[in-house]
């Protein structure tokens, strides 16, 4: 069965950096934008970035633009967020997600209803 897997999340403090993975199996990973998205406490779950099948296109939320970086590697069946000067609005459970697309397939990236598959999540704290 298809499993995505985030990895890499912890407790870092503010202005410092992480690297989410996501390991996916089960699937043609290929064929799918990936997503991550957040949900910090007491809050909906929020779109963070997304990054086409073939890595030649990615979309961000403007909260995180300048600071995240979103990459894959289609070898290794892995999506990867980097993030780089945490603010405390950070503190989330971080989830990856899975877009199965078609051709040129691509709008309404942010909605996370598109998406077919979810990790589990990892949590990122950012301490003062």
């Known amino acids: 069965q298809v499993q995505l897997v985030e990895s890499g999340g912890g407790l870092v403090q503010a202005g410092g950096s992480l690297r989410l993975s996501c390991a996916a199996s089960g699937l043609t990973f290929s064929s799918y934008h990936m997503g991550w998205f957040r949900r910090a406490p007491g809050k909906e779950r929020e779109f963070v970035a997304v990054i086409r099948q073939t890595g030649d296109r990615t979309q961000y939320a403007d909260s995180v633009k300048g600071r995240f970086t979103i990459s894959r590697d289609n070898a290794k069946n892995t999506v990867y967020l980097q993030m780089n000067s945490l603010k405390r609005e950070a503190t989330a459970v971080y989830y990856c997600?899975?877009?199965?697309?078609?051709?040129?397939?691509?709008?309404?990236?942010?909605?996370?209803?598109?998406?077919?598959?979810w990790g589990q999540g990892t949590q990122v704290t950012v301490s003062a």
């Open positions: 997600a899975a877009d199965l697309s078609f051709g040129s397939d691509w709008y309404d990236q942010e909605n996370e209803h598109r998406y077919d598959y």
